[in-house]
């Protein structure tokens, strides 16, 4: 029912156009006149009553999300169809008709066709892609139309270009969207069989070849054991000839192809000559048996049936009647400890590779494998063994071995990997320094002190004595930087000497430098952290090794301990000073064999500062007037030279209040022999300050830079007696 034509009634049908020109429906093309105004719009771009505008592209419904493209949003999805034609043939008796089979491909993106059939062999017909990728129109009368997505489904018939497909089927992501669409899926169909491809199938499996051949399948032992290699070492004992020996070997066999290489392990100066290969790639007979004449040898025997009748009737003998049958080596007939036939040597199997191992343990279940030694030939002139050459004189022991390597004088090899591994980077020296003194009776060297360094990098050794003032002793360098051999090594024997190493070095061990015997008694910072980072090389400060061989010596001991303890405790706090702490521990190393590294590592290390004397023979040497007084910055210098371990400002602040005048330069001057008296706590011991004030100085101390390791002045022994049981009661 139309509204009353009102005011208020009407509406305006151009608001919001903006196009009133009439559309293009007539042009000329190659001069004749025609009609293009099919799908075109009226005026203002509406369409013409009784107008049917068909789409350019697919109706595709818009999913959630952001709006794409179809060339984006159905990039490379491709629908694909299982179809067939059937086409006539004329004048041949053995077909009618043929059915080529063939994959119709419908692109998303761009409603592209592609028609593609698959190649037989021997077909004779032009196949591969029948109908190249693009927008196929429709048959007349609707050939101004393209085939879209819904022109598509199994059970229908399409035709292309005058062919009529017939689409028997689709894949699954096809059969998924298309049911996505709305579309029903007609049921699959069997594609119809072609009668000439049928009668050339029966024909070509009627056929006899002329010459039948024995197929060997390789390809699949090749592309499963490609690369795949066996390798044995064994050896072979050819001491009965003359000037014979054990030879070494390597034994490759190849599981590609089942064939065996052999070749020599040639050391240097052995006088044979480096051949490339003891025995080529190839199969490896069990027995060795005699020339074969020719002919004899052969894939396939030849028969003549006929004789010499009408020129002979010549046939191959399927039942391979006169086969010569030769036997191989396989991979299940080498194992470890067994010998085999190298064209009549006996070649001893001693050892294999780990690769080796896992392939007979997967494949034939052996995981006992016991390598064989291989007998060495006993006296004689050709005996050789591993021992060097005896000491010339000449450098290093390492020098006169390398002499007998070659015939030219070279120096010997060092481990590189080593010297760059160990070598100085940066704040990291590589270099352990330890303090050691003489083991002697002598009371003159009693006194004296060394600085034994240790150099990662090629395990050399450098002593230095540092110089002492009237100590009679000229001081410098005491050993030079060498390789050090233990003792016990007599000098020009051929037996290679055994050199010192880092895990010889600890405190409490007792070096012999030159017959010199030294004691470490201690060693810097760098080299505790060093041992302390490496525990599995340097087992004297493995703390879990220290803390078990503790455990093991106390054991029937706890109450030793805790009575012992207990009387060093008398007020109950529940620790003790560390010099009762390590008279108890002393006790109890002398039941568990230890030595003084262990105890250090037990976290019980002690630093203290004793060079008194020393520290007031320096300032002396400053005080050229003997007034008894320095500047506070000639003294702060003398401290930093004798190493007092004491923050600057700390030094600074005891010099303060020490100071008695003022130096015409305007700095304090402290008498240094009673500062020297002030700080000696070995003469004048001060009572251990209450918990408050020592948490006050440790938090005001803390920030000081170089503090490093603290002296330990109190050890908590309930909690080491809980760790030493491993977390009970003792």
Known sequence: MALPFLPGNSFNKNLGKDKYHKSHYFDHKNETPFLFGDNKPGIGGDPLPGQRVDPPNSKIPPGEGSRSPAWVAFDKQVLSFDAYFQESVQERREEQYRVRHCKIYFYLEDDSIQVIEARLKNSGLPQGTLVRRHRIPKPAPNDNRFFTVEDFNVGQNITF?????????????????????????????????????????????????????????????????????????????????????????????????????????????????????????????KNVEDLRQPGELCDRTVLNVFGEIQGGRYILDNLKTGTVKVEFYTDKDLTVGSCINVFGRKFLLCDCDEFTREYYSTKYGITEFHPVTCKKPTGGACASGDSGAPYNGFGSEEDSMANTKGLIPAPPRKN???????????????????????????????????IVNFFLSDDSILVFEPPQRNSGFQGGKFLERIKLPKPGHERFSTKAPEYYQAYDFYVGAVLEINKFKMEILDADEYAYKYMESNPDYFLVANVNRVMEKLRRAAQGHCQELQSAFAAKDPNDSKRVSYQDFRCVLDKLAK??????????TAHLRKHNFELFNRLKEAAQHYDTESSGSLPSATLVTVCRTVGLPVPADLLRATLGALAESTSPDGDSCVNYCEFVDRINWRDRPLPPPPDAVAQSAKAEDSWAPGSGRQPVQFVQCCAFLSDLSGGAAC
């Not at 070598?423 to 009776?441: I, P, Q």
């Not at 568990?592 to 262990?598: R, T, Y």
């Open 161 to 285: 270009y005058g062919k009529t497909f017939r689409i028997t089927g689709c894949d699954q992501f096809t059969e998924n969207f298309l049911r996505k669409l709305g579309v029903r899926i007609g049921l699959p169909e069997t594609q119809p069989g072609d009668p000439y491809a049928d009668h050339r199938k029966a024909l070509d499996e009627s056929m006899q070849p002329l010459r039948p051949y024995e197929r060997h399948d390789t390809l699949r032992q090749f592309l499963d054991h490609d690369r795949h290699v066996l390798r044995f070492f064994c050896c072979w004992d050819d001491t009965d000839s003359l000037y014979g020996e054990n030879r070494e070997m390597v034994l490759h066999y190849f599981l590609s192809d089942d064939t065996v290489e052999i070749r020599e392990v040639v050391k240097a100066n052995s006088g044979r000559d480096a051949a490339p290969c003891f025995l080529r790639r190839q199969p490896l007979p």
């Open 416 to 450: 590189i990997v080593q010297l760059i591994d160990k070598d100085k980077k940066g704040l990291e020296s590589n270099v352990l320094r330890f303090l050691a003194r003489l083991v002697t009776d002598k009371a003159i060297d009693k006194d004296r002190r060394f």
């Open 591 to 600: 039941c568990g064999n230890f030595v003084e590294h262990e105890l250090i």
